[in-house]
């Protein structure tokens, strides 16, 4: 199985921020990758796909890159609804998987 | 609009069984691959597994942990995904979320819309 390692797994920051997470598979996937935000007691909410393709309605502070075995989801610019856990997740092959998570709190 | 109702879910003892739904509408249910994915309480999320659509023969993939165990079906005629859930593992418990699958290419293999989720819980 792929293995996704984010870093950090917790991050505290500022409002008009910019933070970086990354997720780096065990092995290649290309640039098959896909990050999501959750919020507490909700269902997570799609942000990037292929690795850089922002989901449509999803804020441009937003932005992936990457490929192969390090990618990166960068947030220009805090906003109070961006605090949250983010997780990355490979599309590239069976099993699907997951990182462990990244919780983004407020400093 | 895209919505996925997820029900079924309870708490049941370990060995026990659980049938858990997921209702689809605002778009074109037959046509899209969908999956199941589960968080445990105060973890990660885990995928739990895939059905493919009538073009691709509904099969289906899992996660090892599970398989054998859980078994997704669906019934396009009704819009509606199913997650048979057997010999039930304390391991099991967790919110379970249908999702649906952007496209049946790699490149469109990740979970675009999800929803609300069902707790299973797994106690004596």
């Known amino acids: 199985d792929i293995q996704l390692t984010q870093s950090p797994s917790f991050l505290s920051a500022s409002l008009g921020d910019r933070v970086t997470i990354t997720c780096r598979p065990s092995?290649?996937?290309?640039?098959?990758l896909a990050w999501y935000q959750q919020k507490p007691g909700k269902a997570p909410k799609l942000l990037i796909y292929?690795?850089?393709t922002l989901q449509s309605g999803v804020p441009s502070r937003f932005s992936g890159s990457g490929s192969g075995t390090e990618f990166t989801l960068t947030i220009s610019s805090l906003q109070p609804d961006d605090f949250a856990t983010y997780y990355c997740?490979?599309?590239?092959?069976?099993?699907?998987?997951f990182g462990q998570g990244t919780r983004l709190e407020i400093k | 609009e895209v919505q996925l109702v997820e029900s079924g879910g309870g708490l049941v003892q370990p060995g026990g069984s659980l049938r858990l739904s997921c209702a689809a509408s605002?778009?074109?249910?037959?046509?899209?691959?969908m999956d199941w994915v589960r968080q445990a309480p105060g973890k990660g999320l885990e995928w739990v597994g895939r059905?493919?659509?009538?073009?691709?023969?509904?099969?289906?993939e899992y996660a090892a942990s599970v398989k054998g165990r859980l078994t997704i079906s669906r019934d396009d005629s009704k819009n509606s995904l199913y997650l048979q859930m057997n010999s039930l593992i304390t391991e099991d418990a967790a919110v379970y979320y249908c999702?649906?699958?952007?496209?049946?290419?790699?490149?469109?293999?990740?979970?675009?819309?999800w929803g609300q989720g069902t707790l299973v819980a797994v106690s004596s």
């Open positions: 999702t649906t699958v952007r496209d049946s290419s790699w490149s469109g293999s990740y979970s675009e819309y």
């Open positions: 605002g778009y074109t249910f037959s046509d899209h691959y």
């Open positions: 059905i493919r659509n009538k073009a691709n023969s509904y099969t289906t």
């Open positions: 092995q290649g996937i290309s640039s098959y």
């Open positions: 292929t690795a850089s």
């Open positions: 997740q490979q599309h590239y092959t069976y099993p699907i998987t």
